[in-house]
């Protein structure tokens, strides 16, 4: 009864123009170029992760640049913007626009601001809070958006994130993956117990 079901659902999703076992080839082989990307790659130059126990390494710029390059990838427009709060220069926003040879085109968005730790120095005499260059949160955004958009235009999700903007953020992502771990220790002990 269930393997009629399911050959009846795949004979209506081909009817729909959707290709089963093609879909499934394309997978297969969209993986395998994934892992050819990774390990052609140099790790701590390219990607890395951004702390022990990542689940995902961080793609670095060099990392996006070679992909842009060897994808003949194209900058089709860039959209930047200040962020206000008042008349203080908050931080920018980058909106970057990156063609495909085959015509798609994918938005990588990066925002950098004075909200992230990484954005401050610290005075060494006086130990204040000194805000870094508008210069650095420009180059920044821009790099942001570029490095998404170029995982954007080669489905890269699955293997590569974004940087982490501060150690907070690493922080919150490693209580996560704790409390997971927690959880799936105690559900592998029921287990057993039953």
Do not use: C, H
């Not at 393997?3 to 080839?25: M, P, S, Y």
């Not at 931080?91 to 004075?114: E, N, T």
């Not at 209580?175 to 039953?194: A, D, G, M, Q």
Request: aromatic content about 12%; cysteine-free.
């Amino acid at each position: 009864m269930q393997i009629k079901k399911l050959e009846q659902q795949e004979t209506e999703i081909v009817q729909f123009g959707f290709d089963v076992e093609k879909f499934k080839a394309y997978i297969e082989n969209y993986n395998k170029m994934l892992i050819a990307l990774k390990e052609s790659l140099k790790e701590g130059v390219d990607y890395g992760l951004p702390y022990e126990g990542a689940p995902k390494s961080v793609l670095l710029l060099s990392g996006a640049e070679k992909l842009f390059a060897y994808g003949q990838l194209e900058i089709l427009q860039i959209i930047d913007e200040e962020i206000r709060k008042g008349d203080e220069l908050w931080g920018f926003k980058f909106k970057i626009l990156i063609g495909r040879k085959d015509g798609r085109q994918f938005w990588g968005v990066g925002i950098a601001s004075y909200t992230e730790q990484k954005m401050w120095n610290t005075d060494r005499k006086t130990g204040q809070k000194i805000k870094k260059e508008e210069n650095f949160l420009y180059q920044m955004a821009y790099k942001r958006a570029f490095v998404k958009g170029v995982i954007k235009a080669y489905g890269l999700s699955g293997i590569f994130s974004e940087e982490y903007f501060d150690e907070e953020e690493v922080k919150q992502e490693k209580e996560v993956i704790s409390i997971v771990e927690e959880l799936k220790e105690e559900k592998e002990e029921t287990i057993k117990e039953k």
